[in-house]
């Protein structure tokens, strides 16, 4: 419950900081010309939403990289190297 509040506040500061960047580089501007949908203005936007995307990603996805029961197994995994060596000296 904990990661899924992080994302959601997150999103929010994400929303509210952009609006607050565009507004800000629109109030310089006399009218909305091309030079307002330029690359400056967009970017903070473009790449705090790829960290957005991947922390959404890390919340909600299904284990994309590692698979289901990762860890589980990768435990097991170390539990029975450990069974293995006290075995030896047995």
């Keep these: ?13 994400y929303v509210l900081v952009n ?3 565009i507004a800000m580089r629109a109030r310089h501007l006399d009218s909305l010309d091309t ?5 400056q203005t967009l970017n903070t936007a473009f790449f705090w939403g790829i960290g957005l995307v991947a922390h959404g990603a890390s919340v909600f996805g299904k ?3 590692l ?8 435990i097991e995994e170390f539990l029975k ?4 060596k006290q ?3 047995k």
């Design 67 to 74: 698979g289901k029961d990762w860890e589980k197994r990768k």
């Design 87 to 89: 075995q030896q000296w």
């Design 63 to 65: 284990d994309l990289f």
């Design 81 to 84: 190297e450990e069974d293995e």
């Design 35 to 39: 030079n307002f949908w330029s690359w």
């Design 1 to 13: 419950m904990q990661k899924i509040k992080g994302f959601y506040v997150h999103l929010m500061v």
């Design 19 to 21: 609006i607050g960047l």
